[in-house]
């Protein structure tokens, strides 16, 4: 037998914010056995994955390893897969899932993702700076990367996890509450407080007359 | 409304998921206040470029090995499926 043949790297990634229209095809194609939908759904979704478990776990080897397992599971359970939701949803709470685990075994004091968190301290803007228009623009697209990267490492995890879901992965804040196991005033909370935190720290970046 | 009720308004107001009268009061307030205008401003900007940026390519290394572990599983899970080929 043949080994089954990857597709390759697309040339041009799909923005962020685009699940393809053809999606249910190659979903419903793959659930009736046909391997080569499931190779494009991965090719179309492995960047995005691995950046979530990168981001949750902060570590390579146990997002690569989460990424890995999130995708034999999707495999695996693909016929549980009703299409309620979109495909690439239910993939990134199959990979929040892994990721989750990766990090507590490693971090076994990390805070738990469900307990009470304060966040009742004092959230006015310090540094009230403006940016001006496109300040992502005074940056290579591999240097915002990098900032954006390091921004988000230093958020703690119940944030950055919360933030990752909901304002990079798009979900809704009910799934983000569901995935998460938490209530949907406390994702509304954490991601308040995330954006906050993250906006503080990208001002040293963006605000006028830096890096111009 | 003061500034502080900006704030704890703030990703309900950004995420549209206010009542229409206290999207209003909000929008009154900014239209006096710069500080909080610049505040959900930059706010905003963080969101969207965070949300419009694209993911790395997997490291050469990272992808091999997925794809191996992908080729070997679903090679054992669908052994009759010769659709790829």
């Not at chain 1, 090719?43 to 890995?68: G, H």
């Not at chain 1, 199959?94 to 009742?120: H, P």
């Not at chain 2, 990272?62 to 499926?81: C, E, Q, S």
């Amino acid at each position: 037998m043949n080994s089954p043949k990857l597709d390759p790297v697309p040339a041009h990634p799909l923005p962020s914010q685009v699940v393809k229209a053809d999606e249910p095809v190659f979903v419903a194609r793959a659930k009736a056995g046909d391997v080569s939908a499931f190779e494009t759904l991965v090719s179309r979704y492995e960047r995005k994955i691995f950046r979530l478990t990168q981001n949750i776990t902060q570590n390579r080897e146990d997002a690569e390893d989460a990424m890995q397992e999130a995708f034999l599971k999707a495999f695996e359970h693909l016929g549980e897969f009703e299409g309620n939701s979109r495909f690439y949803t239910w993939l990134v709470r199959i990979a929040v899932n892994q990721a989750l685990m990766k990090l507590r075994r490693r971090r076994s004091n990390v805070v738990s993702l469900d307990d009470e968190i304060d966040t009742g301290e004092d959230m006015m803007p310090r540094e009230v700076e403006d940016w001006g228009p496109s300040p992502m623009e005074r940056y290579e697209q591999t240097e915002l990367s990098e900032i954006l990267s390091r921004v988000i490492s230093e958020l703690d995890p119940p944030f950055r996890i919360v933030f990752q879901l909901r304002d990079i992965e798009q979900l809704s804040t009910e799934e983000t509450a569901e995935a998460l196991g938490l209530s949907v005033p406390a994702v509304k909370s954490r991601l308040l407080r995330a954006r906050l935190k993250l906006r503080q720290r990208l001002n040293q970046y963006f605000r006028r007359g830096t890096n111009s | 409304m003061k500034c502080k009720d900006i704030v704890k308004e703030l990703a309900d107001y950004l995420d549209e998921a206010l009542d229409p009268c206290l999207r209003t009061s909000i929008e009154q307030h900014l239209g006096e206040c710069k500080d909080c205008r610049v505040v959900v401003d930059t706010t905003k900007q963080t969101i969207d470029i965070f949300c419009n940026s694209e993911p790395a390519p997997l490291p050469p290394t990272t992808r091999a090995r997925l794809h191996d572990a992908l080729v070997k599983h679903l090679r054992r899970a669908r052994p009759g499926n010769t659709s790829h080929a």
